[in-house]
């Protein structure tokens, strides 16, 4: 028993409110959802018996056919397109400037980290005000803005949505990347220094490098941000307008699964969007280390 349970058997006493968190919270509805998906699942009142047939893989099926699945899974590419080089190179950029002697440095690391942890609804408010119809930048860009304005155009929609979940994130990135920079030697920088080396220079052949492990952590970190997109289009068009064209596959979850009552088909659409992340992710892990 011991041997077992090792030296110090009341370690797992501390480790079990967590365990018993992540299969209540995590582990038990995942594995459901894997039920649901075969089978022509849907809600009923509380002790009601119900006939839910088996369906096999005919949810799947669906999913892979459904044109607004493929609509959903576009918007999620064109904005991962956007969202994450742009937090890559910009979180990377800010936290190196961060990390060296600027006057004012605690307030600016404190303010870009400001709307890491504003509600989404104050935050989403003042994008409304940016790029609603009569909003700000429609008044500085003039003539220039574009018509329908950009919530409501089938064009820009996804591009806004992809900045604001950009500028909302990058104090978490900031955070991450400054950590990273700590790790990196003085003496790289120094040794580059004396091969005549310029910041420039110095930025990226030390601190890009040095900062692999951590870009790596954010691309991933990224990618499962996208693919979970709900409240960014919900909030800022009203439920995925103008013509699904902000949809996002959670959000076409949440109403094949809530609103329509097909928790079996959404749950199908659910395990396919795992499968996509899972994918992307190794892909990009392979790549990024490899580099």
Do not use: C
């Not at 992540?22 to 998906?37: E, K, R, W």
């Not at 119900?50 to 044109?67: I, K, M, W």
């Not at 949505?161 to 990058?170: E, F, H, M, N, S």
């Not at 990135?173 to 005549?196: C, F, P």
């Amino acid at each position: 028993m011991q041997t077992l349970l090792g030296d110090q058997p009341i370690g797992y006493l501390f480790v079990a409110p967590f365990v018993i968190f992540l299969v209540a919270i995590y582990a038990y509805p995942f594995f459901y959802s894997i039920y649901m998906s075969f089978y022509d699942y849907f809600f009923a009142a509380p002790g009601a018996i119900v006939d839910r047939p088996f369906v096999g893989l005919a949810n799947y099926s669906r999913a892979l056919q459904d044109p607004l699945f493929h609509v959903a899974l576009r918007n999620v590419v064109i904005f991962l397109l956007i969202n994450v080089p742009v937090t890559v190179v910009v979180a990377m950029v800010l936290a190196t400037a961060l990390n060296a002697a600027i006057p004012l440095r605690s307030f600016f690391r404190a303010a870009y980290y400001v709307p890491y942890v504003t509600a989404s609804v104050a935050a989403v408010s003042i994008w409304l005000w940016l790029f609603g119809g009569p909003g700000l930048v429609n008044k500085v860009v003039g003539p220039l803005a574009p018509n329908p304005t950009w919530l409501v155009n089938a064009f820009w929609v996804m591009p806004i949505i992809a900045l604001y979940v950009t500028w909302k994130g990058l104090g978490l990135y900031i955070l991450l990347y400054l950590a990273a920079l700590q790790n990196i030697a003085k003496e790289l920088y120094e040794a580059a220094s004396v091969d005549g080396a310029g910041r420039i220079r110095s930025f990226f052949v030390v601190t890009v490098p040095g900062l692999r492990p951590a870009t790596l952590l954010v691309v991933i970190t990224s990618v499962i941000t996208g693919a979970n997109l709900f409240t960014e289009p919900y909030l800022l068009t009203g439920g995925g307008g103008p013509d699904n064209q902000s949809v996002s596959p959670v959000f076409l979850l949440y109403r094949q699964g809530i609103e329509q009552n097909h928790p079996g088909y959404a749950a199908a659409m659910g395990l396919l969007l795992v499968v996509g992340v899972l994918i992307v992710s190794a892909i990009n892990r392979f790549v990024l280390e490899r580099e």
